[in-house]
């Protein structure tokens, strides 16, 4: 999986919607340049800060 994905992409790979992963983004001051959000940026944050992902979401953590 690439690690720049578009917010519909990385939304649906960890189980959020799609606007709340924009939010998300915007509050924790994560760039979304030209369309694209680092994955790796947001999982990391997202697990510093708590979020328990679904068990659908292993893939796109993992890689």
Known sequence: ??????????????????????????????????GRVDKSLVITSLLETGHRFPDEAAEAIAA
Do not use: K
């Open 1 to 34: 999986m690439a690690n720049h994905l578009t917010p519909d992409e990385l939304a649906d790979a960890i189980g959020m919607r799609r606007d709340r992963l924009v939010r998300y983004c915007l509050l924790q001051s994560i760039p979304i340049y030209q």
